[in-house]
């Protein structure tokens, strides 16, 4: 406890978000956020949660720099006296009488601009050489918000089982987008939301994961504050993990992977399961996996394999394994010649998409420029053979 006579001070901050989803924002809740606090030479001092206990600091001036769920950055200075206990709000714009003005690093100017009215198409992948039309999934407008920005929720029905959705954007005269949806059924209906805004390249889109613990943390890690969002992902119970969805438990496995982690639920799965449930993201799991052990590349080029009989990741990050294994086992002269084969045909699959990625902060992939039901534009089929 400090008091007059005590040379020390305690700090402490409080967040507050409220609401569990913010349609507005596309953003979901947060009890607790990551807060750094440096010294005014911007040495890094302490890193700690908004919801954790005060600290004791010395007296003096501090600079603490908040992630907050929107994008933003609330970075500010405080001043500490002797004896001080102070409760610091976060993400609010009034000032505090110890605090300099608020600092906002703005979100991104797509939250700025509308977007023109547009159609809605689900897609599938055949393998990585074919795409079809899906008749099921069904979305709901949540809101429209000032800015023009417009959120569905969305049900991949109970039938469309074991596949990857794709859901395209299609502006009137703008070129369309198209993004992996986060969900993979497995017996039951699965639910995601896509938050539609507009942006000077075009519309974008973001997926929106149902469960807002996991969702802020794959959030985080996008954001590359891997640390936190590894926290968050792992205060999810793991016997939790499964009623949530596959989708939603490979994004828990992403901040983990990003810290070279290969344990979590989503690592535990059989690579028999990820054939059977048709995952490329699974797959390529299970084939990160054997990168820890040598003498297991032949086991690796098989389950990379299956991104031939699959089709994309629906994450970015694994996608962006996928290439990087792929490159490695290219590399590798004691690969033996049918092996060799193979990694180049998967090899020449990944970079006849990859021209057509989406470069956005969006954590599921995105193509952007390819109208999968259009004749105006190279179809799948086309881009599969195009190397060969």
Not at 359 to 380: E, Q
């Amino acid at each position: 406890m400090t008091g007059p006579s005590d040379p020390l001070a305690r700090l402490a901050f409080s967040f507050s978000f409220g609401g569990e989803f913010n349609a507005e924002l596309g953003i979901t809740a947060a009890s607790s956020i990551p807060v750094e606090v440096r010294t005014p030479d911007l040495e890094l001092l302490l890193e700690m949660d908004s919801d954790a206990e005060p600290v004791a600091v010395e007296a003096g001036t501090y600079v603490y720099t908040a992630y907050l769920p929107d994008g933003r950055v609330d970075r500010r200075v405080i001043r500490l006296k002797p004896g001080d206990s102070a409760l610091v709000p976060l993400g609010t714009t009034d000032p505090n009488p110890r605090e300099g003005p608020p600092r906002w690093e703005p979100v991104a100017p797509s939250r700025h601009l509308t977007v023109t009215p547009f159609d809605l198409k689900y897609f599938g992948f055949v393998g990585m050489a074919e795409v079809e039309p899906l008749e099921g999934p069904v979305h709901v407008q949540e809101s429209v918000g000032t800015a023009g920005a417009t959120t569905f929720y969305i049900t991949i029905p109970e039938e469309m089982n074991r596949r990857v959705v794709f859901l395209q954007v299609s502006p009137t005269n703008e070129e369309p987008v198209c993004l992996a949806l986060p969900v993979l059924t497995v017996g039951a209906e699965a639910s995601c939301r896509v938050r539609v805004s507009g942006s000077s390249r075009g519309p974008e889109a973001t997926a929106i994961l149902v469960d807002p613990r996991a969702d802020l943390a794959l959030r985080y890690a996008q954001e590359g504050i891997t640390a936190f969002a590894r926290r968050l992902a792992e205060q999810i119970p793991y016997g939790e993990v499964p009623n949530l969805g596959m989708g939603t438990a490979l994004a828990l496995a992403i901040p983990g992977l990003r810290h070279g982690a290969t344990k979590g639920y989503a690592f535990d799965v059989s690579e028999d399961v990820a054939f059977e449930l048709r995952s490329s993201d699974l797959a390529i799991l299970a084939a990160r996996k054997t990168t820890a052990e040598p003498g297991r590349q032949a086991e690796r080029i098989r389950l990379l394999d299956g991104i031939l009989k699959f089709g994309p990741p629906i994450y970015n990050d694994l996608l962006s394994v996928a290439v990087a294994m792929v490159d490695e086992l290219l590399a590798d002269g004691r690969i033996q010649p049918d092996d060799r084969e193979r990694v180049a045909k998967l090899a020449q699959a990944l970079a006849n998409w990859l021209p057509f990625l989406d470069g956005g902060t969006g954590s599921t992939v995105t193509f952007r420029g390819l109208d999968f039901g259009g004749p105006a534009v190279p179809k799948p089929r086309e881009l599969a053979t195009a190397g060969s």
